[in-house]
């Protein structure tokens, strides 16, 4: 088992646009790796979360999606599974975070 347990790939797209590209897990322990690279991203950056590789997502990672955002001005967050789907609807913080599903991921939450 690695010791590393959130991994974070940073990409730019193209001018003004950034993909954060996460694996593994996102909570009490490794939230602050996440607000750490955006903290590396230029304010004028749109940034797209890939969270297709998280396994787990706890309440400190809901928060630093909203440090991030906030940091960021908007994120736009793909790769939600349905736990994480459920997480921010409970929350309220989809109607506040833009959340992109690809048909395969809607028929996933169901």
Do not use: F, K, N
Request: charged residues 25%; negative net charge.
């Amino acid at each position: 088992m690695s010791d590393q347990l959130l991994t974070i790939e940073a990409t730019r797209l193209d001018a003004g646009h950034v993909r954060l590209r996460l694996a593994g897990e996102l909570d009490y322990d490794t939230a602050p790796e996440l607000v750490a690279a955006a903290v590396d991203l230029r304010g004028d950056e749109q940034v797209l979360i890939d969270l297709t590789g998280v396994s787990l997502c706890d309440s400190s990672g809901l928060s630093a999606l909203l440090v991030v955002h906030r940091a960021a001005g908007a994120i736009r967050l793909t790769g939600v599974g349905r736990h994480l789907q459920r997480l921010l609807d409970r929350t309220g913080l989809s109607e506040l975070l833009a959340v992109e599903h690809a048909a395969d991921d809607l028929r996933a939450i169901g």
